[in-house]
């Protein structure tokens, strides 16, 4: 089966840095994605990752080590409006995703 | 620009009775998936398609089945809905099936049965 671990809940302050970790044990890996959720809405693409090695994007950072079966998301100078959902899925052999539960971040003023 | 549309957003339906949730894109993506996403469970696959004219099993395919007649829709139907079927539904849409194309999702529908 497919097994993708990463926190339930994450609180940090406006302003802080949150990393959120995903470790994943699946058949075959093809690359790992990143999405924010806001409650209610749909899931928005945030990275990719298929190299390992820290991937920058504006205040947003992903990383992957392939051997470890480890990745993580950075959240820098965080703002209210980050206060979402973070889905950590993984690319199969079979090129389909399996999806984490998510992580739920909460930023406090 | 609407992307991807799914119809209704919402609905409470009785058990027993039939149900077709449409979805729409207008991106033409070659690939569509459907996923429900329960509290705790993270986004389940269900069914997808490829092309247009092909469709595959997801990881929880029971009780649900699809048809991909053409590129811009993939409508997935519940022939008898149980409660279990309870859920919010994704529809997703990525350019190829290679599985490393961003997927794109559809605004969702919460669906409730009683």
């Known amino acids: 089966g497919q097994n993708i671990d990463q926190p339930t809940e994450m609180t940090a302050t406006e302003g802080a840095i949150v990393q959120i970790n995903c470790t994943y044990q699946t058949s075959g890996f093809n690359g790992l994605f990143w999405y924010q959720q806001h409650a209610g809405e749909a899931p928005t693409f945030l990275s990719y990752n298929v190299l390992d090695g820290l991937e920058e994007k504006g205040r947003f950072s992903s990383f992957l080590s392939r051997s470890k079966g480890y990745s993580y998301l950075l959240l820098k100078e965080l703002q209210m409006k980050d206060s979402a959902s973070y889905l950590c899925a993984v690319v199969r052999g079979d090129y389909k995703l399996s999806f984490g539960a998510g992580t739920t971040v909460t930023v406090r003023a | 620009i609407a992307g991807i549309t799914q119809a209704p957003t919402s609905q409470i339906l009785a058990a027993g009775r039939r149900m077709t949730l449409r979805c729409t894109q207008d991106m033409r993506h070659n690939a569509m998936y459907w996923y429900r996403q329960d509290l705790g469970l993270g986004l389940r696959l269900i069914h997808y398609?490829?092309?247009?004219?092909?469709?595959g099993k997801g990881e929880v395919p029971d009780g649900y089945s699809v048809s991909r007649a053409n590129t811009d829709d993939f409508p997935l139907t519940l022939a008898s809905a149980v409660p279990s079927q309870t859920s919010v539904y994704f529809c997703?849409?990525?350019?190829?099936?290679?599985?490393?194309?961003?997927?794109?999702f559809g605004p969702g529908t919460r669906l409730t049965v009683l």
């Open positions: 997703a849409s990525s350019e190829s099936a290679g599985g490393t194309d961003t997927q794109y």
């Open positions: 398609s490829n092309t247009a004219g092909t469709t």
